[in-house]
């Protein structure tokens, strides 16, 4: 299979939001424990995780925004770019996540603001397969879904031949989101979907966003 590798174009990044529908701030308990665990010992014991209870989804959110925060976002000349614990191409970061489950309203992270959003369904139909793509794959785990979606805009923007740069840093964050899963005692697994119906869901008709993976989080 041949690749062409991404090129710099010399073009700076610009401060892209996404249209959600009717988004409203919402205060989320989050639920640390302490790390008491050896780095090593947080890598050795992680393991995917099938039959998944329900923890609360301050628990939940407690590990997307640990592997999304934003330690700085930048202005001026450093607009769009961002500094997080997760690596990313350019520091762009374009890997947004969306915490599902049929009993409850979408949430977002916004990671520039550092702020979870309730956010409204636009199409209840594509919701509804979403859901139950996901449930098809993991008929035991009763946990919250993570939908993790890419803005390609900056990275199309800043770079040529910008698409294994989305993915690699997909993958960055899903591996970051197993290893601080496992540190707070949280069951985790990856699907083999992409989840592009939360997209049609939620946001407005776009190229510009695409579906780069699902997980699940809940209780051991």
């Not at 997080?84 to 049929?102: E, F, N």
């Not at 294994?164 to 964050?173: F, P």
């Amino acid at each position: 299979m041949s690749h062409t590798d991404p090129e710099p174009t010399g073009y700076k990044p610009l401060s892209n939001h996404l249209d959600w529908l009717e988004p409203r701030d919402i205060d989320l308990v989050l639920e640390p424990v302490p790390l008491d665990q050896p780095f090593t010992a947080v890598v050795r014991a992680r393991r995917s995780k099938r039959d998944i209870a329900t923890a609360s989804v301050g628990q939940v959110a407690q590990v997307l925004r640990e592997t999304l925060k934003a330690d700085f976002v930048g202005n001026g000349e450093k607009q769009g770019r961002r500094l997080k614990a997760v690596l990313s191409a350019g520091a762009l970061h374009p890997v947004k996540a969306i915490i599902l489950r049929r009993d409850q309203q979408p949430i977002v992270y916004d990671d520039d603001a550092d702020q979870f959003l309730s956010v409204q369904v636009r199409d209840a139909s594509a919701y509804t397969a979403f859901l139950r793509t996901c449930e098809k794959v993991l008929p035991n785990a009763d946990g919250h879904w993570v939908a993790l979606i890419a803005d390609c805009r900056n990275v199309r923007r800043l770079y040529s031949n910008h698409e294994s740069l989305v993915w690699r840093d997909a993958g960055a964050v899903i591996q970051m989101m197993a290893l601080l899963a496992e540190a707070y005692e949280i069951a985790f697994c990856p699907l083999g979907v992409l989840g592009g119906e939360i997209i049609d869901a939620l946001l407005p008709e776009t190229s510009d966003i695409i579906p780069v993976g699902v997980i699940v989080l809940g209780r051991k």
